[in-house]
């Protein structure tokens, strides 16, 4: 497959893969089961793992608010918390500076060698923190994209990486949403078709070049 590059430098960007989302016990965004958390908190781990012995480095990206009004700030996201049928109801109690869910699931996390962005307050990663400078200051032109939510988060961080001109590929299988399932295909198809590739982690293990570091 064709990336648009000659030699490709890959960093991994798991996005939001906290206990926020992924820890039902004190999620307040929670995935829709604790199957999914399990099944998403797995297919993580296993990327991570091949990407660290392959020489690729980890990103995580975490949300993070000092106070409830960093989030009401956003005028949606207000309206999400008058409705209490809106998967997004707790926004404005999500992830406050001090709570549990300001963690990353520890099994992904490789304290010794990852780096970690918590920083980010709003769906596109780069908003606000400094993701661009580390990918750039390390050489990183392609972006291979993990985490949650594949319809917010993950979707808006793959059209940014895009129009920053980063080769963008976000691994199917270890990305979920908390929405309905039909949302999680949307955001993939608006993805492949426009702003990046959409493949599973076994096939990005065997694009050529990708480990070569």
């Not at 099994?107 to 580390?134: I, M, P």
Request: hydrophobic share 45%; with cysteine.
């Amino acid at each position: 497959m064709d990336l648009g590059l000659g030699t490709i430098r890959p960093a991994a960007l798991g996005i939001d893969l906290h206990r926020g989302h992924l820890d039902l016990s004190v999620a307040t965004m929670p995935v829709r089961s604790e199957a999914d958390a399990k099944r998403i908190i797995a297919a993580n781990a296993r990327f991570f793992a091949w990407c660290r012995s392959s020489g690729i480095p980890v990103v995580h990206a975490m949300t993070k608010y000092r106070d409830a009004d960093e989030i009401r700030a956003n005028p949606f996201w207000r309206t999400r918390a008058e409705d209490p049928r809106a998967t997004r109801k707790n926004v404005l109690r999500h992830n406050l500076a001090g709570m549990h869910g300001c963690a990353i699931i520890p099994e992904l996390l490789d304290a010794q060698r990852d780096w970690v962005v918590d920083t980010k307050k709003r769906y596109d990663c780069f908003v606000g923190t400094d993701l661009d400078f580390l990918l750039r200051s390390h050489g990183i032109d392609t972006l291979l994209v993990t985490g949650i939510n594949t319809n917010s988060c993950v979707l808006a961080t793959a059209v940014s990486g895009n129009v920053k001109d980063y080769a963008v590929i976000v691994v199917e299988d270890c990305v979920d949403t908390m929405d309905p399932p039909e949302l999680h295909a949307a955001a993939l198809s608006c993805i492949r078709t426009a702003f990046g590739f959409v493949l599973s982690s076994e096939a990005v293990k065997e694009l050529p070049g990708l480990a070569a570091r």
